[in-house]
């Protein structure tokens, strides 16, 4: 492989990169790996895999105050061909050697001139300045439409907003949940004392509980998407999807998720394509 192929097959990463830049980072820390301490070999992949995520997240760490946890079938298609095989590695590595670190360099100074962080820093002004009258949603989410190298986030941008609305409203409407035992079987709960107090909070005097109705982000990404994005402690699981409704869409959700309850947020101008088909699939009761 030449320098140029390999040198395009890094950029291609490069520019893929979403906000923590974990991907670019990782290839740098395998780099240097093994330019100061050589004790990988470029061309063998298990030599590295799993041990560069640790290097990586040890300098993520460092700069975006955050580490990796996506799953490690997605951590691992930094290896597949079209981005960073040890073919090209192996290129790579004999240009960084040969130059002192210069690819390590050309990676970390792509992070500092692309920096995604920065380019949140319009955004979270807004929201800081912003008061409760001058506040537009709208104009918030366009903060990272417009910008190219924040739109491929913005599905975790709609989930802090749900997020954020739904936490209040809860807070705001005092939500409480509880849990009652309506058949006080006085000898079963002194058998199972363990199971009650610890796992449902009861006891053979205290037959019932509350507490705050709450969301909680899951926080870890998934490639697919199919993972959580939020849970209630009230029994709602929920995901958050930046896509555009489709009939195709619509019947692949109808019919792939097993729930008694969906719930779908979408836009007011797809509103009427999903009631309709809806009615198509009679699932209007259940979602």
Same mark, same amino acid.
């Given at each position: 492989m030449?320098n140029?192929?390999?040198?395009?097959?890094?950029?291609?990463?490069?520019?893929?990169?979403r906000?923590h830049f974990y991907?670019?980072i990782?290839?740098?820390?395998i780099? !240097?790996?093994?330019r100061? !301490?050589?004790d990988?070999?470029l061309e063998?992949?298990?030599t590295?895999?799993?041990?560069s995520?640790?290097?990586?997240d040890e300098?993520? &760490?460092?700069f975006?105050g955050?580490?990796?946890?996506?799953s490690?079938?997605?951590?691992?298609?930094?290896?597949?061909?079209?981005?960073?095989?040890?073919t090209?590695?192996?290129?790579?590595?004999?240009?960084?050697?040969?130059?002192?670190?210069?690819v390590?360099?050309?990676?970390?100074d792509?992070?500092?001139n692309?920096?995604?962080?920065s &380019?949140?820093?319009?955004?979270?002004?807004?929201?800081s300045?912003?008061?409760i009258?001058s @506040?537009?949603?709208?104009d918030f989410?366009k903060k990272?439409?417009?910008?190219s190298?924040l739109?491929r986030?913005?599905d975790?941008?709609?989930?802090?907003?749900?997020?954020?609305?739904f936490s209040?409203?809860l807070?705001?409407?005092?939500v409480?949940?509880g849990v009652?035992?309506?058949?006080i079987?006085?000898t079963?709960?002194?058998?199972?004392?363990d199971?009650?107090?610890?796992?449902?909070?009861?006891?053979?005097?205290?037959?019932?509980t509350y507490?705050e109705a709450?969301? @909680?982000?899951?926080g870890?990404?998934?490639?697919?998407d199919?993972?959580l994005?939020?849970?209630?402690? @009230?029994?709602?699981?929920i995901?958050?999807k !930046?896509i555009s409704?489709?009939?195709?869409?619509?019947e692949d959700?109808?019919?792939?998720?097993?729930?008694?309850?969906i719930?779908?947020?979408?836009?007011e101008?797809e509103?009427?394509?999903l009631?309709?088909?809806?009615?198509? @699939?009679?699932?209007a009761g259940?979602?």
């Open positions: 030449d140029a192929t390999a040198k395009k097959q890094l950029d291609t990463v490069i520019n893929k990169a906000v991907k670019p990782q290839i740098a820390e780099l !240097h790996r093994d100061i !301490h050589s990988i070999n063998d992949l298990e590295y895999r799993t041990s995520r640790k290097w990586r300098i993520s &760490q460092r975006v955050n580490i990796s946890t996506s490690s079938r997605f951590q691992d298609n930094l290896f597949e061909s079209n981005a960073t095989p040890p090209v590695l192996v290129q790579l590595g004999r240009i960084n050697r040969s130059s002192n670190g210069a390590e360099a050309y990676i970390y792509a992070f500092k692309k920096n995604r962080l &380019q949140m820093s319009a955004g979270l002004s807004y929201v300045q912003a008061g009258e @506040f537009v949603l709208n989410i990272f439409t417009r910008n190298g739109s986030s913005i975790k941008i709609y989930e802090i907003v749900v997020y954020a609305l209040t409203l807070e705001v409407l005092e409480e949940i009652r035992i309506n058949n079987n006085y079963i709960l002194s058998e199972f004392s199971f009650a107090e610890k796992v449902l909070g009861l006891s053979e005097e205290t037959t019932e507490q709450k969301v @909680f982000r899951v870890v990404t998934n490639a697919a199919r993972g994005d939020m849970w209630a402690n @009230f029994g709602v699981a995901q958050i !930046h409704l489709t009939h195709k869409v619509i959700i109808s019919s792939a998720i097993s729930a008694d309850r719930i779908i947020v979408c836009k101008s509103k009427d394509v009631v309709s088909v809806l009615k198509q @699939f009679g699932s259940r979602i």
